[in-house]
């Protein structure tokens, strides 16, 4: 079974839609991240998670929120899609503990098209 | 933010040749890390570097931290068609462990 599982895959939607991506993590990690990729500008940070009660925004937080409901799970929604939003949005995990912090985990991805 | 620049973009290479790739930015950092991506997927740490002039092996791959610790290097000896992908280079921005991802170069292997 896969350790970090993203849904859906692929989700095609309109323009002023309310969208979640989920992202579930078996290896008991504290640290969870929200990239997107766009072609040619690599992964950039959306979000990210410490813990529970810790949220904070990475490079390119406009447009979207997250929310982490357990150790286990962190979804990142869109509140109202817009199509420069359309890219591939990969889930992260890491340890807390030095230097495994380092190596992050990531999902296979969720291909977004925004129409 | 901060930019880390890969060359080449992509490259097609015969199966058996070795392959080089560097990673460039305008600031100094203490980590370097190489991830490759495979069509479909997410991307999977290949090798860290912990200090300047550090130069680890994985299998056929090897990474290089670059003196000035503004860049590093990978080299991937006698490729084989299961090398094709995307190869991005990462270090931490800022505080809190945030990673930022190079550019990346896509590699093509033909038989």
């Known amino acids: 079974d896969a350790d970090v599982t993203q849904t859906p895959r692929n989700r095609i939607t309109k323009t002023g839609k309310r969208i979640m991506l989920e992202c579930s993590q078996t290896?008991?990690?504290?640290?969870m991240y929200w990239y997107r990729q766009d072609p040619g500008l690599g992964l950039r940070l959306i979000y990210y998670?410490?813990?529970?009660?810790?949220?904070n925004k990475g490079e390119i937080s406009d447009g979207y929120s997250v929310s982490r409901q357990a150790q286990a799970k962190f979804s990142l929604s869109l509140e109202s899609a817009i199509p420069n939003q359309t890219a591939l949005y990969f889930c992260?995990?890491?340890?807390?503990?030095?230097?495994?912090?380092?190596?992050?985990?990531f999902g296979p991805g969720t291909r977004l098209t925004v129409l | 933010g901060q930019q880390l620049n890969q060359s080449p973009q992509s490259m097609f290479i015969q199966e058996g040749e070795d392959v080089s790739m560097n990673c460039t930015s305008s600031?100094?950092?203490?980590?370097w890390l190489w991830y490759k991506q495979d069509p479909g997927e997410g991307p999977v740490l290949l090798i860290a570097?912990?200090?300047?002039?550090e130069l680890t092996s994985n299998g056929r791959l090897t990474a290089q931290f670059g003196t000035t610790r503004k860049d590093s290097f990978l080299n991937i000896s006698a490729s084989i068609p299961s090398d094709v992908g995307i190869y991005f280079c990462?270090?931490?921005?800022?505080?809190?462990?945030?990673?930022?991802f190079g550019t990346g170069t896509r590699l093509q292997v033909t038989l």
């Open positions: 992260a995990t890491s340890d807390r503990t030095a230097p495994a912090y380092n190596e992050q985990f």
């Open positions: 290896k008991g990690h504290d640290r």
């Open positions: 600031s100094i950092f203490n980590t």
């Open positions: 990462a270090t931490f921005t800022g505080t809190a462990s945030k990673l930022t």
């Open positions: 998670s410490f813990d529970v009660k810790d949220i």
């Open positions: 570097l912990y200090k300047a002039g």
